[in-house]
T-cell receptor, first 119, second 112 residues
Framework: GAVVSQHPSRVICKSGTSVKIECRSL??????MFWYRQFPKKSLMLMATSNEGSKATYEQGVEKDKFLINHASLTLSTLTVTSAHPEDSSFYICSARVSVAGVSRYEQYFGPGTRLTVT | DAKTTQPTSMDCAEGRAANLPCNHSTISGNEYVYWYRQIHSQGPQYIIH???NNETNEMASLIITEDRKSSTLILPHATLRDTAVYYCIVRVVNSGNTPLVFGKGTRLSVIA
Protein backbone atom coordinates (compact mmCIF):
# COMPACT_ATOMS: atom_id res chain seq x y z
CA GLY A 1 0.00 0.00 0.00
CA ALA A 2 0.83 3.71 0.18
CA VAL A 3 1.78 4.16 -3.46
CA VAL A 4 2.36 7.59 -4.93
CA SER A 5 2.50 8.02 -8.69
CA GLN A 6 3.69 10.90 -10.84
CA HIS A 7 2.95 11.70 -14.43
CA PRO A 8 4.79 12.20 -16.65
CA SER A 9 7.99 10.47 -15.60
CA ARG A 10 10.01 12.71 -17.90
CA VAL A 11 9.16 15.65 -20.10
CA ILE A 12 11.04 17.87 -22.48
CA CYS A 13 9.59 21.26 -23.27
CA LYS A 14 10.63 24.43 -25.02
CA SER A 15 11.56 27.56 -23.16
CA GLY A 16 8.54 29.76 -22.47
CA THR A 17 5.99 26.96 -22.38
CA SER A 18 4.20 25.58 -19.33
CA VAL A 19 4.35 22.04 -18.01
CA LYS A 20 1.98 20.31 -15.63
CA ILE A 21 3.09 17.46 -13.39
CA GLU A 22 0.53 15.28 -11.65
CA CYS A 23 0.96 13.55 -8.31
CA ARG A 24 -1.54 10.94 -7.20
CA SER A 25 -1.92 8.88 -4.07
CA LEU A 26 -3.20 5.61 -5.46
CA UNK A 27 -4.42 3.72 -2.43
CA UNK A 28 -4.82 6.30 0.31
CA UNK A 29 -6.10 9.77 0.89
CA UNK A 30 -3.67 12.59 1.34
CA UNK A 31 -4.75 15.85 2.88
CA UNK A 32 -1.19 17.09 2.64
CA MET A 33 1.25 16.72 -0.21
CA PHE A 34 4.72 18.14 -0.66
CA TRP A 35 6.70 19.12 -3.73
CA TYR A 36 10.48 18.83 -3.82
CA ARG A 37 13.05 19.72 -6.45
CA GLN A 38 16.41 18.07 -6.88
CA PHE A 39 19.32 19.25 -9.01
CA PRO A 40 22.04 16.82 -10.16
CA LYS A 41 24.15 15.47 -7.32
CA LYS A 42 22.26 17.60 -4.83
CA SER A 43 19.79 16.77 -2.10
CA LEU A 44 16.04 17.24 -2.25
CA MET A 45 14.88 20.79 -1.65
CA LEU A 46 11.37 21.39 -0.38
CA MET A 47 9.45 23.74 -2.66
CA ALA A 48 5.99 23.87 -1.15
CA THR A 49 3.40 22.22 1.04
CA SER A 50 0.04 21.58 -0.55
CA ASN A 51 -3.13 21.13 1.44
CA GLU A 52 -6.34 19.87 -0.11
CA GLY A 53 -8.79 22.66 -0.72
CA SER A 54 -6.51 25.50 0.28
CA LYS A 55 -3.60 27.49 -1.06
CA ALA A 56 -0.15 25.98 -1.02
CA THR A 57 2.54 27.23 1.32
CA TYR A 58 5.77 27.99 -0.51
CA GLU A 59 9.29 27.86 0.88
CA GLN A 60 11.37 31.00 0.87
CA GLY A 61 12.81 31.70 -2.55
CA VAL A 62 10.23 29.67 -4.49
CA GLU A 63 8.11 31.82 -6.79
CA LYS A 64 4.46 30.96 -6.29
CA ASP A 65 3.43 32.56 -9.57
CA LYS A 66 5.92 30.41 -11.45
CA PHE A 67 5.26 27.12 -9.71
CA LEU A 68 1.49 26.82 -9.51
CA ILE A 69 0.23 24.13 -7.16
CA ASN A 70 -3.31 22.83 -7.10
CA HIS A 71 -4.55 20.23 -4.63
CA ALA A 72 -8.18 19.88 -5.64
CA SER A 73 -8.85 16.41 -4.25
CA LEU A 74 -7.58 14.09 -1.56
CA THR A 75 -5.70 12.01 -4.12
CA LEU A 76 -4.36 14.54 -6.62
CA SER A 77 -1.98 17.47 -6.53
CA THR A 78 -0.56 19.18 -9.59
CA LEU A 79 2.51 21.33 -10.09
CA THR A 80 2.55 23.60 -13.12
CA VAL A 81 5.84 25.15 -14.11
CA THR A 82 4.84 28.29 -16.00
CA SER A 83 6.97 29.97 -18.63
CA ALA A 84 9.67 27.38 -18.14
CA HIS A 85 13.32 28.27 -18.64
CA PRO A 86 16.39 26.04 -18.90
CA GLU A 87 17.27 26.76 -15.26
CA ASP A 88 13.98 25.10 -14.27
CA SER A 89 15.32 21.81 -15.60
CA SER A 90 15.37 19.52 -12.60
CA PHE A 91 13.99 16.37 -11.00
CA TYR A 92 10.65 17.14 -9.36
CA ILE A 93 9.41 14.78 -6.65
CA CYS A 94 6.09 14.81 -4.87
CA SER A 95 5.33 13.28 -1.51
CA ALA A 96 2.10 12.58 0.33
CA ARG A 97 1.15 12.20 3.95
CA VAL A 98 -1.43 9.56 4.79
CA SER A 99 -4.67 11.03 6.08
CA VAL A 100 -6.94 9.23 8.48
CA ALA A 101 -10.32 10.81 9.18
CA GLY A 102 -9.04 14.03 7.65
CA VAL A 103 -5.95 14.24 9.84
CA SER A 104 -2.47 13.81 8.36
CA ARG A 105 -0.37 11.09 9.91
CA TYR A 106 3.39 11.23 10.02
CA GLU A 107 4.05 8.63 7.34
CA GLN A 108 5.32 10.35 4.20
CA TYR A 109 5.55 8.51 0.91
CA PHE A 110 7.31 9.65 -2.23
CA GLY A 111 6.52 9.48 -5.90
CA PRO A 112 9.05 8.24 -8.48
CA GLY A 113 9.85 11.74 -9.67
CA THR A 114 9.50 13.68 -12.92
CA ARG A 115 12.55 14.76 -14.86
CA LEU A 116 11.93 18.08 -16.58
CA THR A 117 14.25 19.29 -19.32
CA VAL A 118 13.67 22.75 -20.73
CA THR A 119 15.39 23.43 -24.05
CA ASP B 1 14.22 19.61 13.17
CA ALA B 2 17.66 18.83 14.58
CA LYS B 3 20.57 18.77 12.22
CA THR B 4 22.29 15.52 11.28
CA THR B 5 25.84 14.83 10.13
CA GLN B 6 26.68 11.94 7.85
CA PRO B 7 29.82 10.93 5.95
CA THR B 8 29.71 12.04 2.35
CA SER B 9 30.39 8.62 0.91
CA MET B 10 31.14 5.01 1.83
CA ASP B 11 32.04 1.82 0.01
CA CYS B 12 30.95 -1.66 0.96
CA ALA B 13 31.76 -5.06 -0.51
CA GLU B 14 28.81 -7.01 -1.82
CA GLY B 15 27.56 -9.51 0.74
CA ARG B 16 29.09 -7.69 3.65
CA ALA B 17 27.27 -5.59 6.21
CA ALA B 18 27.02 -1.88 5.47
CA ASN B 19 27.13 0.30 8.57
CA LEU B 20 26.07 3.89 7.94
CA PRO B 21 26.63 6.30 10.84
CA CYS B 22 24.68 9.45 11.65
CA ASN B 23 25.35 12.07 14.29
CA HIS B 24 22.41 14.00 15.71
CA SER B 25 23.84 15.50 18.89
CA THR B 26 21.11 18.14 19.24
CA ILE B 27 18.19 15.74 18.98
CA SER B 28 15.24 16.51 21.23
CA GLY B 29 13.40 14.04 23.40
CA ASN B 30 10.38 13.95 21.12
CA GLU B 31 12.29 13.57 17.85
CA TYR B 32 12.53 10.30 16.00
CA VAL B 33 15.38 9.15 13.79
CA TYR B 34 14.29 8.30 10.24
CA TRP B 35 16.28 6.72 7.45
CA TYR B 36 15.40 7.02 3.78
CA ARG B 37 17.38 6.11 0.71
CA GLN B 38 17.31 7.32 -2.86
CA ILE B 39 18.42 5.15 -5.70
CA HIS B 40 19.58 7.09 -8.73
CA SER B 41 16.74 8.93 -10.53
CA GLN B 42 14.05 7.55 -8.22
CA GLY B 43 12.03 8.99 -5.36
CA PRO B 44 13.18 8.45 -1.77
CA GLN B 45 12.29 5.15 -0.16
CA TYR B 46 11.50 4.74 3.53
CA ILE B 47 13.79 2.30 5.32
CA ILE B 48 13.24 2.44 9.06
CA HIS B 49 12.71 4.78 11.99
CA UNK B 50 13.09 4.69 15.75
CA UNK B 51 12.94 6.74 18.94
CA UNK B 52 15.37 5.16 21.39
CA ASN B 53 15.16 1.40 21.10
CA ASN B 54 16.95 -0.51 18.40
CA GLU B 55 14.69 -1.41 15.51
CA THR B 56 14.81 -4.09 12.84
CA ASN B 57 12.71 -4.76 9.77
CA GLU B 58 13.09 -6.69 6.56
CA MET B 59 15.35 -4.05 5.07
CA ALA B 60 17.69 -2.98 7.85
CA SER B 61 18.49 -2.53 11.50
CA LEU B 62 18.72 0.76 13.33
CA ILE B 63 20.99 1.07 16.33
CA ILE B 64 20.52 4.22 18.43
CA THR B 65 23.01 5.05 21.16
CA GLU B 66 21.76 5.33 24.70
CA ASP B 67 22.23 9.10 24.75
CA ARG B 68 20.47 9.26 21.35
CA LYS B 69 23.15 11.52 19.95
CA SER B 70 24.04 9.14 17.16
CA SER B 71 22.71 6.14 15.31
CA THR B 72 23.82 3.53 12.81
CA LEU B 73 21.85 2.03 9.96
CA ILE B 74 22.91 -1.52 9.23
CA LEU B 75 22.24 -3.30 5.95
CA PRO B 76 23.19 -6.86 6.96
CA HIS B 77 24.08 -8.25 3.54
CA ALA B 78 24.58 -5.45 1.07
CA THR B 79 23.80 -6.09 -2.59
CA LEU B 80 24.56 -4.05 -5.68
CA ARG B 81 20.95 -2.83 -5.60
CA ASP B 82 21.62 -1.16 -2.26
CA THR B 83 23.84 1.39 -3.98
CA ALA B 84 22.07 4.67 -3.19
CA VAL B 85 22.21 7.88 -1.19
CA TYR B 86 21.10 7.25 2.39
CA TYR B 87 19.51 10.07 4.37
CA CYS B 88 19.30 10.24 8.14
CA ILE B 89 16.58 12.63 9.29
CA VAL B 90 15.40 13.55 12.77
CA ARG B 91 11.91 14.91 13.20
CA VAL B 92 9.06 15.24 15.60
CA VAL B 93 6.33 12.72 14.93
CA ASN B 94 2.98 14.43 14.97
CA SER B 95 -0.09 14.88 12.88
CA GLY B 96 0.89 18.28 11.57
CA ASN B 97 2.18 19.33 8.20
CA THR B 98 5.89 19.30 8.94
CA PRO B 99 7.62 17.76 5.93
CA LEU B 100 10.78 15.71 5.84
CA VAL B 101 13.83 17.91 5.37
CA PHE B 102 16.74 16.22 3.64
CA GLY B 103 20.42 16.83 4.29
CA LYS B 104 23.22 15.73 2.01
CA GLY B 105 23.14 12.06 2.98
CA THR B 106 25.75 9.36 2.49
CA ARG B 107 26.41 7.96 -0.95
CA LEU B 108 26.85 4.22 -0.46
CA SER B 109 28.55 2.29 -3.23
CA VAL B 110 28.29 -1.49 -3.01
CA ILE B 111 31.15 -3.06 -4.89
CA ALA B 112 31.14 -6.52 -6.43
Amino acid sequence: GAVVSQHPSRVICKSGTSVKIECRSLDFQATTMFWYRQFPKKSLMLMATSNEGSKATYEQGVEKDKFLINHASLTLSTLTVTSAHPEDSSFYICSARVSVAGVSRYEQYFGPGTRLTVT
Amino acid sequence: DAKTTQPTSMDCAEGRAANLPCNHSTISGNEYVYWYRQIHSQGPQYIIHGLKNNETNEMASLIITEDRKSSTLILPHATLRDTAVYYCIVRVVNSGNTPLVFGKGTRLSVIA
